[in-house]
Structures are given as C-alpha cells and as structure tokens.
C-alpha cells in the first residue's frame, strides 16, 4: 500500500506556470507506474498525464500536450507535473495516482489503486 500526497496547487493567471507535486509513502515507490487526473466542478474526472516506473515511457492528453509534463524522482519517493502555458480550462481539482502495473502508464483511472486527496488549481482569465 502506498500514501499519497499532492502539493503545489494554487492561483494563477493564464499563461502562468505552476508545478504539482506528489510525495509518497509506505510501499517502495519504484514499484508503482504514476498518474495525474484532474476534475473540474460538474464534469468527470479526465486523464492529464501517466508515467512508468523508472520514467521511461509516459503518456499524456491531448489537451495537455506539449504543456504539461510529468516526471519523477525514485530517491525522493516523488512524482511531479510541470504545468506551462496554462489556461482557464486548465482549473480542477488535480489528482495523482498509482498503478502496481509499474511497466503500464495507463489513461484509465481504473487502472490505479491508490489516489492522493487532490490540490485545487484556478487559472483566471
């Protein structure tokens, strides 16, 4: 089992930075692959980005692409997303998760089986 803690989130204006962080605990982190999902206020929760476990093959959405990017850091036990050129669509909630499939860097949420509790991301226009 694995805690998970997202960090990071906050106000900006668009076309600001922000970069989330998500630190865990408890089963060695190298074992999991990672995921980022975002829920904004009446919608479901979407895919953002996903990364293996060593960092090799990631994946990411459409709306994201080419502005966000997803790494990690095994020493640190932590996953980040670096979020760039960012938009008021962009606004959500912002959740990590992990996946014991640590060779998959899976789009669906089904797929993992510990999330961390979410950090609030606005972006105003």
């Known amino acids: 089992q694995v805690q998970l803690v997202e960090s990071g989130g906050g106000l900006v204006q668009a076309g600001g930075s922000l970069r989330l962080s998500c630190a865990a605990s408890?089963?060695?982190?190298?074992?999991?692959?990672m995921g980022w999902f975002r829920q904004a206020p009446g919608k479901e929760r979407e895919f953002v980005a996903a990364?293996?476990?060593?960092?090799?093959?990631?994946s990411y959405a459409d709306s994201v692409k080419d502005r966000f990017t997803i790494s990690r850091d095994n020493g640190k036990s932590t996953v980040y997303l670096q979020m760039n050129s960012l938009r008021p669509e962009d606004t959500a909630v912002y959740y990590c998760a992990a996946d014991p499939n640590r060779l998959r860097y899976s789009t669906l949420g089904d797929d993992y089986d510990y999330w961390g509790q979410g950090t609030q991301v606005t972006v105003s226009s």
């Open positions: 408890g089963r060695t982190f190298s074992t999991y692959a």
């Open positions: 990364i293996s476990w060593n960092g090799g093959r990631t």
